[in-house]
């Protein structure tokens, strides 16, 4: 029964070790077979891809900040937009109490 354990374990470890064989003898050949030229193609095509996703990364940042505060801009306008209304109308108001009074005063002179 131990035997049997022991050749089950040896042969999950040949075939573990049959995949690592294949899978660094293929890296070995595939890197092997490069030149030093397309070694440096490769490393700058990586680092271009890396660049971009960064640069993605932060230009979506960069436009929910934006956003964010145009938003707030906006909000801030309105309120101002409210506010000048609002004085627009008690200007008319005062105005017309004004009238009113020197309407007064220039009967009560006549």
Known sequence: ???????????????????VTVFG???VFLIGGLTVNEVAA??????AAVSM??????????????EAADERQAAADERQRISDAAREVRELEEHAVRMAVLRKKGESNV
């Not at 029964?1 to 995949?19: C, F, Q, S």
């Not at 490769?42 to 680092?47: K, T, Y």
């Not at 996703?53 to 934006?66: A, E, H």
């Open 25 to 27: 003898g293929g890296a």
């Open 42 to 47: 490769l490393g700058g095509l990586v680092l």
């Open 1 to 19: 029964m131990r035997e049997l354990a022991e050749m089950a374990t040896d042969a999950t470890i040949a075939t573990a070790a049959n995949k």
């Open 53 to 66: 996703l960064i640069q993605m990364l932060y230009t979506r940042r960069s436009n929910r900040r934006q």
